[in-house]
């Protein structure tokens, strides 16, 4: 599945399916903060919450249980691991271009993001293509954590 992740100032990232559907948002609670709280189209909110003495680690929780994890690490790459068992690895493809792999427990390339930039309006959209998953909750969560990952590792390369 082909997902479009649009960025708003810096202030929100908003995820659309392939049939141009909003599945979700990630609002950023302040402008310097990694802290956010993720609304999904079936009604449930989840708080992203920065966690680590250095704040390499995050938290998503929903009613305040644990969802997911997000750990940064210095190899220019994020591992993230679902309550479920499943864990993913979000790392930088090409040094030249904003472009980035997702990688399973096995390392096997199961997706990518390309991040471009559009002139016109000053901003970045991100295409998130990946497999689809049995699970419908996992279809709306993964491409939006996927995408707040993809603009932390984005703005760090800098």
Known sequence: MQYIAKIKGNRSITVFDEHDEE?????????FSRKAQIST????????????????KVEINQNGVPYASVKYNLGRGANICFENGMNLT?????????EYSILDNDGLEIG?????F???TLSYFYEINLPATPKAQLNIMLPIVLAYCTEYLRMRKR
């Not at 599945?23 to 402008?31: H, P």
């Not at 979000?90 to 904003?98: A, E, F, G, P, Q």
């Not at 990518?112 to 471009?116: P, T």
Request: aromatic share 20%.
């Open 23 to 31: 599945i979700g948002a990630l609002i950023y609670l302040s402008l």
């Open 118 to 120: 559009r002139w016109r």
């Open 41 to 56: 189209s079936d009604n449930r909110i989840y708080d992203v919450i920065p966690a680590g003495f250095w704040l390499n």
């Open 90 to 98: 979000v790392r930088l493809k090409s040094i030249w271009r904003y």
């Open 112 to 116: 990518n993001i390309y991040v471009n």
